[in-house]
């Protein structure tokens, strides 16, 4: 390998993680030069990582040997292939601007220099995860995503919905977690390495993958990526500032999973790749619809974000991993931009979040609203713009390989995300201000509106042409003849589908919202309808779980400890079993219930009586 290259991506990798120390250790009662300075380090990360997308091809290796477990070597190393480049140019450019526009958002924050030192440590753990070579490395970084990812949501720490939002975050992620050790055990037992590229050769040489190491491995995938059943997290997430949100939905922490998918694709057997296909085609369309029923503009993003994840696992399913990589690089561009226009809105709505308490902010806002409005078309894939490019090509290959089913699923995908924008756009910023803080709404600060205008002006409308027309071939090699042979054209399925959403879905939206003044028309129209999409199924289901069944095992392990090491091993019986006798007393009789007790005295009263009596 190049030495130059070599010390390109250690720059690249190491350059945040001591922004993040010096933050943290020197600036963190200075929070202007704290925030200036991890900026400045965030844009050099990105002009590094282009000049590697640009300058680089072929595939690129480094590693070095840290320790050895009997005959397993365990290093640290790269791997930069086409992927790799493509997703570090992407996290590093994306979260350079999220830096930019931190800066303004949080300027008023007494703790800027422990929020940019989170933002650093969080850019050293996902581009860790990009250049690892291997299963343990990746491992290791996955979890400083997570950990950070759970600093950032709690940056509010103070009040309770945040505290919550990031142990419920941090919790899911740990489930999926555990099945992905467990995976990375498998493949450690079965091919003797975690070395991609050794894997890789074994599993040519094998003629099937077993089964339990896709679908262990895919558990982080779920996890991280926030796909069924653990999507619960991604829309509580919303309670850490904008800018979080912004960095957490849009280009790394759920793009993660769908990277390491792509990364580790020959180990999926085809029941989980179609596992992948179908829940993520079902949840690109449920997640969808369920954004009609939120009231909080960055929840509604949230589902949104939910549904394009859908849509990516859907492409890995179908077996287009570079499909899902390209949908993943051009959604970071607009929903990024959208996070930071919601972002926008709020601070100029002194910090309302509410939708049916906006309204009008075209001409109170012009420049967020015409960011907004052009970031809003390439979500719904209008022709030409970013997300057409990725998007309908995900949706043209599951009707070119035959999946009837999954291309309903996304169709509807496609009309319920005209719906929810149309929705947006209309409730947001057209018609009157709905509230005082929507009528005298101001235009935000320099720092926040320029990464408005270059994602949302420059990459959401035009990134899907860069991406397949200027950049040289070497650099988006899996993606370019993927799309020739998708063949785009305007009468292909997926365009008539993506044109027909447009018409009844977002222009049917804005004028459908804009019956009812001041409330959400479908609420008003159908409250059922509503309740159903609005209501957290999946939380129920865990929360049954939760209180029904693990509880009661916990509690039975309880006792069988108590009943066998304390009564038994330690104290033996003559000391056990009234321990055992005192602890179920215990539970019957002390439960914090007034009238229990109440009873309890009664019935004791009563026996005493008899008993005194009956002498």
């Known amino acids: 390998m190049p030495p130059d290259f070599s010390s390109l991506v250690h720059w690249i990798l190491f350059l945040p993680l001591g922004a993040a120390a010096l933050s943290a250790l020197f600036l963190r009662r200075s929070g202007a030069i704290a925030a200036w300075f991890s900026t400045a380090t965030a844009f050099t990360i990105a002009g590094l990582s282009l000049q590697l997308l640009l300058q680089s091809s072929g595939t690129v290796t480094w590693h070095v040997e840290l320790a050895m477990l009997g005959k397993i070597s365990l290093g640290f190393g790269y ?231 859908g849509i990516m696992g859907c492409a890995l399913g179908l077996g287009h991993p570079e499909l899902a990589l390209m949908h993943m690089a051009m959604h970071a561009f607009f929903k990024a931009t959208l996070f930071l226009g919601a972002g926008s809105v709020i601070h100029g709505c002194h910090h309302e979040q509410d939708m049916l308490k906006m309204g009008g902010l075209l001409k109170k806002m012009p420049l967020t609203a ?83 205008v270059v994602l949302g002006l420059v990459y959401s409308v035009a990134g899907g042409f860069l991406a397949s027309t200027l950049l040289p071939a070497g650099s988006l090699q899996p993606i370019k003849p993927a799309l020739e042979a998708i063949a785009f054209h305007l009468t292909a399925p997926s365009t008539i589908v993506g044109l027909v959403s447009l018409v009844l879905g977002f222009l049917g939206a804005l004028k459908f919202y804009g019956s009812v003044r001041g409330a959400d028309a479908l609420q008003v129209l159908s409250p059922r309808t509503y309740h159903l999409l609005e209501h957290r199924w999946m939380d129920g289901v865990y929360r049954w779980y939760v209180d029904a069944v693990q509880r009661r095992v916990a509690e039975f392990i309880a006792f069988l400890d108590l009943l066998l090491i304390n009564g038994v091993a330690v104290r033996w019986i003559g000391g056990g079993v009234p321990a055992v006798l005192g602890y179920l007393t215990g539970r019957s009789f002390h439960r914090g219930q007034t009238r229990a007790y109440a009873l309890w005295i009664v019935i004791g009263s009563l026996f005493l009586a008899w008993f005194l009596i009956a002498r």
């Not at 600093?151 to 992905?180: E, P, Q, T």
């Not at 005298?440 to 509106?449: G, I, L, Q, V």
Request: aromatic share 12%; with cysteine.
């Open 79 to 309: 791997l930069i292939d086409d992927n790799a480049r493509l997703m570090l140019f992407v996290v590093s450019f994306v979260a350079a601007w999220i830096h930019l526009f931190s800066v303004g958002y949080m300027q008023d924050d007494a703790a800027r220099g422990r929020f940019f030192a989170g933002l650093s440590i969080f850019m050293f753990s996902i581009l860790g995860i990009v250049v690892a070579d291997n299963l343990l490395m990746t491992f290791i970084f996955w979890e400083l995503v997570g950990f950070s990812s759970y600093m950032l949501i709690a940056h509010y720490f103070d009040k309770d919905f945040a505290a919550a939002a990031s142990k419920k975050a941090f919790i899911v992620n740990r489930v999926g977690d555990l099945g992905f050790i467990l995976g990375i055990a498998m493949c450690l037992s079965l091919y003797g390495t975690l070395d991609f590229a050794a894997l890789k050769d074994h599993a040519a040489a094998a003629k099937t993958i077993p089964v339990a190491v896709g679908a262990l491995l895919m558990c982080g995938f779920l996890g991280k990526s926030a796909q069924f059943p653990l999507h619960v997290w991604l829309t509580d997430a919303m309670a850490g500032p904008t800018p979080v949100s912004a960095l957490i939905h849009a280009a790394t922490m759920v793009a993660a999973g769908v990277y390491f998918m792509a990364r580790v694709s020959f180990l999926l057997a085809p029941e989980v790749l179609n596992f992948i296909a179908i829940s993520g085609a079902g949840m690109a369309a449920l997640a969808g619809l369920c954004a009609l029923a939120q009231t909080d503009i960055k929840k509604s993003l949230a589902y949104s974000t939910l549904a394009h994840l």
């Open 370 to 452: 015409a960011t907004f409005i052009a970031a809003t078309l390439s979500n719904c894939a209008v022709p030409f713009l970013a997300g057409w490019y990725s998007k309908d090509a995900i949706i043209e290959a599951a009707w070119h390989d035959g999946h009837l089913a999954i291309f309903a699923f996304l169709s509807l995908a496609a009309l319920a995300t005209c719906l929810y924008s149309g929705r947006m756009i209309r409730l947001v910023f057209l018609g009157e201000a709905n509230s005082e803080e929507a009528a005298h709404a101001h235009e935000s600060p320099w720092t926040m509106t320029l990464p408005l």
